[in-house]
């Protein structure tokens, strides 16, 4: 249970940009609480188990491009949890990989933070000079500041519930957000696929947007491939029957699968990209109470635009509940 005690700032999604922004926060002195309504921390920097088989299933790899952010991959590197996959001869900026897998990276940076997952927001509302956080199943809290970093046609549903009214310029901008779904498949194969090293693939027609091959990635014991849709792709399937749409993928992709599926299963990310970015890093949408929106919606749509929102948003954060 979520213990009802006022709280200086509810941070809502635990993907990197809310970990980041807490864990800026936390060093600052403040008492950030995170929830998430997933089982695991991370979002799109997911992984998934079938069997012997492990998944990079959402986010491949990480690349670096600002200072900062180098920093920490660096500083990631050292302590065991990240390493190169591979150099890209089109930009040649490093894809790195998480060790042993890509939700290493936000699993080390919960510790130490109050995380609480399986907590789904459904409204938020003013209440005096805080704000007021309803979930799921009852439960309820209070908070001087709000961070809500989850896709922004999820945030703007639990302020529509609570009734918040936003500048109506802000709302008709943040409406006009769009972005790119994905279908993802993953397939345990009986053998080793033909996917040359570094084991990741980009067709340049059909329906694939691209291909993964985890065992030579280093990430999987056996044979298991992840495949994108393209958007286009995704968008006009995502309704349909998912195993008969990953049959579909996969018999396209069979030249590069090279041997044959043992079990596939397949995963939805609705939100997988956003296409359009106007705004700042973060977005403060309220000032009394103070309510910001961070995400990759608003810093770039690499993992690496998701954590300087992050980092954007603890900034505006500490400065008002300083003041």
């Known amino acids: 249970m979520l213990n009802n005690k ?58 670096a491009r600002t200072p900062r952010f180098a920093a920490l991959l660096q500083s990631w590197r050292n302590q065991g949890l990240l390493t190169e996959w591979y150099r890209s001869p089109e930009d040649e900026h490093i894809r790195w990989r998480g060790v042993p897998t890509i939700t290493a990276l936000p699993k080390y940076l919960s510790q130490g933070l109050a995380v609480h997952l399986e907590r789904k927001l459904i409204a938020l509302q003013p209440e005096n000079s805080a704000w007021r956080a309803h979930f799921e199943h009852g439960e309820s809290i209070s908070a001087r500041a709000v961070l809500l970093t989850a896709p922004v046609p999820q945030s703007l549903a639990v302020l529509e519930t609570g009734q918040v009214t936003l500048a109506p310029s802000i709302h008709t901008a943040l409406q006009a957000i769009e972005y790119e779904p994905c279908l993802a498949v993953m397939a345990v194969l009986k053998g080793q696929s033909n996917l040359a090293a570094p084991g990741f693939v980009r067709p340049t027609d059909g329906n ?6 985890n065992y030579i990635k280093g990430v999987s ?11 286009a792709f995704s968008r006009a399937h995502w309704d349909d029957d998912r195993q008969e749409t990953g049959k579909k993928l996969l018999q396209e992709a069979t030249a590069w699968l090279g041997s044959e599926v043992a079990e596939f299963q397949v995963h939805g990310w609705r939100y997988a990209r956003p296409i359009n970015n106007d705004f700042p890093p973060a977005l403060i949408v309220s000032q009394k109470p103070m309510l910001l929106l961070a995400g990759d919606a608003f810093g770039g749509a690499r993992v690496e635009g998701a954590a300087l929102s992050g980092w954007a948003a603890a900034e505006l954060l500490g400065q008002h509940l300083t003041r």
């Open 208 to 213: 694939i947007a691209w291909l993964a091959d």
């Open 221 to 231: 014991a056996v044979p298991a491939i992840t495949l994108h849709a393209t958007p």
């Open 6 to 63: 006022p709280r200086d700032i509810l941070i809502v999604g635990a993907g990197i940009a809310g970990l980041l922004a807490a864990t800026d926060l936390q060093a600052a002195g403040f008492q950030p609480l995170i929830v998430d309504k997933g089982r695991g921390v991370g979002g799109r920097l997911a992984t998934r188990r079938i069997g012997a088989a492990s998944f990079d299933h959402g986010a491949q790899f990480i690349t």
